[in-house]
């Protein structure tokens, strides 16, 4: 028996199987497609990935050829160590501080703000800053006696390359841990985003950065730093670190001998004084002294509630505050 097909039938068929061929070559082509730029995309990443790099290397080594393109802070993410050097027992005092601090935002940069001091002497001590360790991770503690100007500050300084360059903490490995660290005293009041802004378009190294001394003088290279807080790039903790210099000079005032170590040896060639924009509190007034207002770094001798109160006010720190039916603030 043989099965007749009519001619209209055929064609019907003969255009399905054309569709549904033309159809399958679609969906290859379609995900061959894909797939090429898929590799492209992925070429592509490498390729701004490597150029990041490469911009990268050219600012951090930018030293070989500093007519082209000095050694400054760029758009990119500043990190800065604050480091308060306190005292143990102080923990009214840190708590204070952590609320201080803790409320503040820095748009373009990462401050972190750590507490140091020396070994630990009480039971109540190694229970209570154990708990606070848990709970902030903010605590730094060198291996010294309790002191403030003989060696505190050396100690502090030269352990930090040991303790960070092999503890990422977040930044996946970079070099340095931190571009910038500063010292500061815990009775001053600093206002962390526009320390990150003084610090954008200075120098990435051999940078000392301060309220400078004398109070009535603007020269940066006069003779050091206030111990109120001075800030110095990461080249430098390190030099402190292998350096002979800091280490035969270590009792005295603490600023001053931080300054003696620049002098002795040359370094800190890039310095900055942010005199007015850091100063004594107003109150009793001295040359040291300066109004409050908005470009403010740093406020010191805060050795009062009532003056930490006022500042806090002047810079309106509770503006963020948000409205609750669970509590009413005036």
Not at 16 to 32: N, P
Not at 61 to 80: A, H, K, Q
Not at 245 to 257: A, F, R, T
Request: net charge neutral; aromatic share 14%.
């Amino acid at each position: 028996m043989i099965l007749t097909i009519p001619q209209s039938k055929f064609f019907n068929m003969a255009k399905s199987e054309k569709g549904r061929r033309f159809i399958i070559s679609s969906f290859l082509f379609i995900a061959f497609l894909c797939t090429i730029a898929s590799i492209n995309e992925i070429r592509f990443d490498h390729l701004l990935t490597f150029s990041k790099c490469a911009l990268s290397y050219t600012s951090y080594n930018s030293s070989f050829d500093n007519s082209l393109l000095p050694v400054r802070s760029s758009d990119d993410e500043i990190r800065v160590l604050l480091a308060i050097l306190t005292l143990p027992d102080q923990y009214q005092r840190r708590q204070f501080l952590r609320l201080v601090y803790g409320t503040q935002t820095v748009e373009s940069g990462r401050v972190d703000v750590k507490f140091v001091f020396c070994n630990l002497t009480k039971e109540d001590q190694k229970v209570l800053i154990a708990l606070e360790i848990m709970r902030y991770d903010d605590i730094i503690i060198l291996n010294c006696t309790e002191n403030m100007n003989k060696g505190k500050t050396y100690t502090f300084f030269s352990s930090l390359p040991d303790m960070l360059n092999d503890v990422p903490d977040g930044f996946g490995g970079s070099y340095p841990p931190y571009h910038y660290v500063m010292k500061g005293d815990d009775d001053a009041y600093f206002r962390l985003d526009n320390l990150v802004e003084s610090l954008r378009p200075l120098p990435r190294e051999d940078l000392y950065y301060g309220y400078t001394i004398p109070c009535d003088s603007m020269d940066p290279y006069g003779r050091y730093m206030s111990g109120m807080g001075y800030l110095i790039s990461w080249d430098i903790v390190e030099w402190i670190r292998d350096s002979e210099i800091p280490k035969s000079h270590l009792e005295g005032p603490e600023d001053k001998v931080f300054g003696d170590w620049m002098k002795d040896g040359q370094r800190g060639k890039n310095r900055h004084n942010a005199k007015w924009s850091m100063y004594n509190y107003p109150d009793p007034p001295t040359k040291c002294t300066h109004e409050l207002w908005p470009n403010t770094v740093a406020v010191h001798l805060l050795k009062t509630p009532e003056k930490w109160i006022q500042t806090l006010k002047y810079f309106n720190v509770t503006q963020d505050l948000k409205p609750s039916k669970l509590y009413h603030i005036p």
